[in-house]
């Protein structure tokens, strides 16, 4: 898929979950039931082909994306336990250090991976001798962590595998454009359906817009779409911003909510908050916008005593282009 692509096939992906959390609204339309039932099949059709479009021929060697997964799936089982080795001893700095999810270790440059990989493997053998295994009751052994090590060397070594299947892909990169335009046409269908509930539904149809609205991600931008219950908090981009970076949050949501930086993501953090008003998109410098003070990660809590929030954060390296009001120029 082109940026394009992806950019509107998640612009897609946000507009039907926004959809079944307000199904309540529309529940006996049947027309605007039928319709989503079809975009999301389209949506289906739509993954399935970008699949088809990446298939790579292998054969019976282990290819370097296996060898990645394998190496994550060990490097995310030792971080999980050094993780709760410092919050078990209260050391929640360090245990945020640690804090990884899968994609830490599955997307992005593999230089990149391969060094945090490293990282947690040496602070683990570190901390473990003979005669010291403060790991062992998180479950993760003398051998975890030797493991660990072997699956990084190999996938260090490895040999790209990248030979794509011609004919396949060729075939799949064809059927796109056409399955783009049929959900293109289902979308446009929809806007006018929606449209119908201005008068009675005023927040639903400005919310439902704004899911609409096309994050047009560049390649130094990346986005994460949150779901929060009442009174969740959730930190997200740990160790992936600095200095000088932009956060574009798009509020979908009836409640306000609030971001902050932090250094300890499993613990709500209470100062230098910035409140996000109901369907509000603004654009947040860092650490400007938060007082001066720069920490690691982003955290977005929902405050809320009964509802949940729907919130997009974009990441942006350096100044955004987005056209989300500043923080300073938005009506409290």
């Avoid at 060729?170 to 049929?182: D, H, N, R, S, V």
């Avoid at 149809?205 to 390649?219: E, S, T, W």
């Avoid at 690691?296 to 954060?313: E, K």
């Amino acid at each position: 898929m082109t940026d394009n692509q992806i950019n509107s096939l998640n612009m897609a992906n946000t507009v039907t979950a926004f959809l079944d959390k307000n199904n309540s609204i529309f529940s006996t339309n049947t027309k605007i039931n039928t319709l989503l039932a079809a975009i999301k099949v389209t949506i289906l059709s739509l993954i399935q082909t970008a699949a088809a479009q990446g298939t790579n021929t292998t054969g019976a060697t282990a290819s370097k994306q296996q060898l990645k997964q394998l190496a994550a799936d060990k490097a995310l089982h030792v971080a999980g336990g050094l993780q709760s080795y410092y919050e078990d001893i209260n050391d929640l700095t360090l245990a945020g250090e640690y804090h990884f999810t899968d994609s830490d270790f599955t997307h992005g440059a593999i230089a990149e991976i391969i060094i945090k990989m490293q990282s947690v493997h040496d602070k683990a053998a570190s901390i473990t001798t003979a005669t010291s295994t403060p790991l062992l009751p998180f479950l993760v052994t003398a051998a975890d962590i030797s493991d660990l090590q072997t699956a990084i060397s190999n996938l260090t070594n490895a040999v790209p595998l990248k030979k794509v299947m011609q004919a396949s892909t060729t075939a799949a990169t064809a059927i796109l454009p056409g399955q783009f335009a049929i959900m293109r046409g289902q979308l446009d269908k929809m806007d006018t359906l929606i449209s119908n509930y201005k008068m009675s539904q005023p927040s639903f149809v400005q919310g439902y817009f704004n899911a609409r609205k096309i994050i047009n991600l560049g390649k130094t931008m990346q986005a994460k779409e949150l779901h929060l219950e009442p009174h969740h908090f959730e930190a997200i981009f740990g160790k992936k911003f600095k200095i000088g970076d932009t956060f574009t949050v798009r509020n979908h949501s009836e409640v306000a909510v609030t971001i902050f930086l932090t250094d300890t993501p499993k613990v709500a953090p209470t100062a230098n908050g910035i409140i996000i008003q109901p369907h509000a998109e603004v654009k947040v410098s860092i650490p400007s916008d938060f007082a001066d003070q720069f920490a690691h990660w982003l955290t977005v809590y929902n405050p809320s005593d009964i509802d949940d929030a729907h919130v997009t954060v974009i990441l942006a390296h350096g100044k955004s282009k987005s056209q989300a009001s500043e923080i300073g120029n938005v009506a409290p």
